[in-house]
């Protein structure tokens, strides 16, 4: 306990000394963890996206204007509720209209230039949610393609899907990114902490000498490291949510409400704090490869 005592007071004082190298390592881990958190951020919210509209995943059923009644019947056969199907709605061309105007107020003037209703009738399917009814949901939606009646089929888990894989291309590019600026990161410690050891080296050779322990010796570097990557992050946090909150209220929860995202969430509590101690291990490791090579 006194050596980690005196390793915080004697890093605490090194930082002090050697303040603007401080400053420029500290910012390089906050700004590596600012990018990665915008990453986690973004990806976060989206995957709740996608989640929501995986729940509220539909299969539409666009049918022709001469349907015949037998071929009405055969449609909503094929569409009874069971494992992959939990109920279906009929959509008339005059309920499918007036949906239209309610949700395209500005173009519904142009409808009423044509004459006669473009918009044809539909069933709306409500769709299990989950993966393991996907080959079924595959092999339903080609079967109503060639029923006699159906004009097209529109399968929301096709492009979900296609979400879902930019979304992981889009974590993926912000690990990648992440991580290299991390290693940045911690060389740019690794560096500030040599020059503190070159600084002091009389002093720790006079140390040495004496017999002190190494972890009073090297220990208090490996803190240095610590602190600058705690309050790297601590700032790549304050940045983040000062960021958030300056857009939520303009930018972010109307994007939510036009995507039908229930709301934009900032990092969970433990992303935040795994982020901080993911700064403080950075700094750590560039102490610590800097206070044991350095001799």
């Known amino acids: 306990m006194r050596a980690l005592s005196y390793a915080v007071e004697e890093a605490v004082a090194s930082l002090w000394r050697g303040r603007q190298s401080g ?91 044509l004459g006669e209703n473009p918009l044809p009738a539909s069933y709306e399917v409500r769709l299990q949610a989950g993966s393991d009814t996907r080959e079924e949901l595959d092999r339903l939606a080609a079967t109503l393609r060639q029923m006699p009646g159906v004009a ?77 990557g705690g309050l790297g992050a601590l700032a790549a946090l304050a940045a983040l949510a000062v960021g958030f909150v300056a857009l939520q209220a303009r930018y972010l929860t109307p994007v939510a409400s036009a995507v039908n995202l229930t709301s934009v969430s900032f990092l969970p509590l433990q992303m935040c704090a795994l982020l901080v101690v993911g700064g403080m291990v950075v700094g750590c490791l560039g102490g610590f490869v800097a206070a044991w090579t350095a001799r």
């Open 152 to 228: 097209d089929v529109r399968y929301d888990r096709q492009w979900l899907d296609r979400l879902l894989a930019t979304i992981g291309l889009i974590r993926g590019l912000g690990l990648t990114l992440g991580l290299i600026l991390t290693m940045a990161a911690a060389l740019t410690v690794a560096n500030v902490v040599r020059l503190a050891l070159h600084a002091r080296r009389d002093e720790l050779e006079i140390m040495q000498l004496v017999g002190a322990p190494e972890t009073y010796i090297r220990g208090p570097f490996v803190m240095e490291g610590v602190i600058q």
């Open 23 to 113: 400053i420029l390592s500290t910012a390089t881990i906050g700004l590596a963890l600012f990018v990665l958190g915008a990453f986690l951020l973004v990806t976060s919210n989206l995957q709740r996206l996608g989640a929501e509209w995986s729940r509220a995943a539909e299969m539409s059923v666009y049918l022709k204007d001469d349907l015949a009644p037998e071929q009405r019947i055969a449609i909503e056969t094929a569409l009874t509720p069971g494992t992959a199907v939990v109920g279906r709605e009929y959509v008339s061309k005059a309920d499918a209209l007036a949906k239209f105007r309610r949700t395209f107020g500005d173009l519904a003037a142009t409808l009423n230039d």
